[in-house]
Structures are given as C-alpha cells and as structure tokens.
C-alpha cells in the first residue's frame, strides 16, 4: 500500500501541493508523536498506508499539549499566531478552508506529563508498599483535576471544530491512547547526542519512588487516561487504542530500547504498528479498502 504524503502548511500556502489528487486528505495536529521526538526525525504520521494515495497536513509541535491547543482557538481568546493551535482553526474554521475526510489528533500525552509529579502522592511508606496497587501511590484529588482539566480541553477542541469548522465540522476525528513507556533515564537525542533530560525519569527519583515501582505507577496513569479518552461522549470521535501495541523498553535503559528511541518516543519500527492501528481505524470509519 501506498504510505501517504505528509504536507506541511506552508506548501499549501505556496501551492506546491493539490490536495484534490489524494484521497483520503487529512488534518493532523498534536505532539510531538506527530512531529518529532529526536533528531533525525519522524512519527507516527510518516508510516500511516492506504490503498488509495492519500495526504496528512500536519500542524503538530512537539511538546504542546491539549491545553495549548485550547487556549490557542479563536474562541478561548487565542494569541499564539505563529504557533500550532491558531492554524487548525485557520485550516478548519475559514470559510474557504478544504474539506478533509478526517482529523486526527495526539493529545493529552504532554498534559500527563506536566502532572506526574503532582500525581505522586506524598509520604508514601515505599517499604510496605504493594507495586500490585499503584492506585494506592497516587493522589487522588490530583488525578480527578488532571481529569477535569483534560477531559474539558479535548471537549473545548472538538466543541470548536463542530460549531465552528465550516465544511468541516462534521469529519470524524481520530485519536489514540499512546502505549507504555518505561520511566528510564532516556532522553532525547540529537545526531547521537542526549540532549536535555528525560520526562518520568527524574519526576520520581525526585520523589524517592523505589525502582521497581515506576512501572506499575505509569502504566497505571497511561491505562487511566486511556480510559477517560475513551469515555468522551463526543460526536464522531474515534479513540484508536494503542496501548500494548509495541515492545516497551527494559527497566534501566539510558538510550533506544524495545521498540522505543527514548523514554516517551517510539523507535521507527514502533511508530509503524502504531500507524497501522490508526490507519485500520480510518479505513474502517471512511469505508476505504
């Protein structure tokens, strides 16, 4: 099958590209899953396939979250321009804008992120702790906010998109629930080179959570999000589970591991099966072969 074209905005804006000579054409917007991890760089949109030649105009940014995405709409009094979030309400909201087949978002993933070390509750007795009740290690006033404040922002962006998304506001729209990273000391890496810290990682070492307990505590905050995506009641939102889809990395890995580059970014062969997945998902709900 054909592997899709991923368009950047500005070839459409100098009419390098024709987007009525694919099919399906579709809008992506999110993190860095969308965009990059590391460098070289690629994600998940490079290995979506269809039978068909299809596109992806892809708006993501690496590290911005649902809440930035929110803020930045028209409606919620927006400023950022030059980032991600203004131009999906340009690419769907004008009135000129292009009929897409779908909208495919990666959210929630930097959201987590940004709350894991408010998560973690504090004066745990690691000693008599259970690894096998990770729900016990963290807090739960904190994890109904972290809810709250997600589940609000992804309602706001598809609110958006159905009320004001002129000849798009009824695509369906697609997201996915990532998969389990390993909390490592993995970062980033450009050409070969660590660049800046890992995102788990230090969070726990920082709070003096023994080793063995760091994998229970992020699958356990993975599987719990995994569900509140699932349980939006939005229209025509599609949530492609994605966890167990890849080889996690080994507990200790300070560089690729499994089918991981680093901590929280998927390796090449992992961004496949995870593609694979989401692109079953659109050829189920467009009726594509």
Not at 17 to 28: H, I, K, N, R, S
Not at 146 to 161: E, G, M, P, Y
Not at 184 to 193: L, Q
Not at 228 to 254: E, K, M, Y
């Amino acid at each position: 099958m054909p592997k899709v074209r991923v368009i950047k905005p500005h070839e459409l804006e100098r009419n390098e590209v024709v987007l009525t000579e694919f099919y399906p054409a579709l809008l992506a917007e999110g993190d860095s899953w969308f965009s990059l991890g590391a460098i070289p760089a690629y994600n998940m949109l490079d290995p979506l396939e269809f039978e068909t030649f299809g596109a992806v105009i892809n708006l993501a940014y690496p590290g911005d979250t649902a809440d930035d995405m929110r803020r930045a709409l028209p409606a919620s009094g927006g400023k950022r321009i030059d980032l991600w979030a203004s131009e999906l309400a340009v690419h769907l909201a004008d009135r000129n804008a292009y009929p897409y087949q779908g909208i495919l978002l990666s959210a929630g993933g930097n959201d987590l992120i940004a709350a894991f070390p408010h998560l973690l509750r504090r004066g745990v007795d690691y000693a008599n702790a259970d690894p096998a009740d990770p729900a016990a290690l963290i807090d739960a006033d904190a994890l109904a906010r972290f809810d709250a404040f997600l589940s609000d922002s992804l309602t706001r962006i598809v609110r958006f998109i159905r009320e004001e998304g002129g000849p798009n506001r009824d695509a369906p729209i697609f997201t996915h629930t990532y998969d389990y990273p390993t909390p490592n000391d993995a970062p980033a890496r450009i050409f070969g080179v660590r660049a800046g810290s890992a995102w788990m990682y230090p969070k726990l070492v920082e709070a003096g959570v023994p080793q063995h307990f760091w994998i229970p505590i992020s699958d356990y905050l993975l599987e719990h999000m995994a569900r509140l995506l699932r349980g939006l009641d939005l229209v025509d939102f599609h949530v492609v589970n994605t966890l167990g889809t890849i080889q996690r990395a080994a507990l200790g890995a300070n560089g690729s591991s499994g089918e991981w580059d680093n901590e929280i970014h998927p390796s090449r062969r992992g961004y496949a099966k995870l593609a694979a997945k989401m692109a079953a998902a659109i050829r189920e709900e467009l009726g594509l072969p």
